[in-house]
């Protein structure tokens, strides 16, 4: 069992930053691949980003790549996501997830968090 707490969301402004962070309990971390997820108003929630157990791989979604990063730190039993140049397009509210396996679709996902609200204004 894993619980997953997202932080760093909040209210920017366009072609600014946020850095979101999710802090996961347990001592199994570092077993799972984690990701990262959106879902705006009135849209299906969608694949932003993931990470393998080690870190060593990372996936990203077209309309992200050159902007986000994400990384993690198995120490610290936390996964990141670092969004520069933000749009208005990308406000949604942003939920982390583990997988014991695949990581492109939502199924593949075993544990989600509640989620962080980012809203970029233009």
């Known amino acids: 069992q894993v619980q997953l707490v997202e932080s760093g969301g909040g209210s920017v402004q366009a072609g600014g930053s946020l850095r979101l962070s999710c802090a996961a309990s347990?001592?199994?971390?570092?077993?799972?691949?984690m990701g990262w997820f959106r879902q705006a108003p009135g849209k299906e929630r969608e694949f932003v980003a993931a990470?393998?157990?080690?870190?060593?791989?990372?996936y990203y979604a077209d309309f992200v790549k050159g902007r986000f990063t994400i990384s993690r730190d198995n120490v610290r039993n936390t996964q990141y996501l670092q969004m520069n140049n933000l749009t208005p397009e990308d406000t949604a509210v942003y939920s982390c997830?583990?997988?014991?396996?695949?990581?492109?679709?939502?199924?593949?996902?075993?544990?989600w968090g509640q989620g962080t609200q980012v809203t970029v204004s233009s």
């Open positions: 997830a583990a997988s014991y396996g695949g990581m492109w679709l939502i199924s593949d996902y075993n544990y």
């Open positions: 990470i393998s157990q080690s870190g060593g791989n990372t």
């Open positions: 347990g001592r199994t971390f570092s077993r799972y691949a």
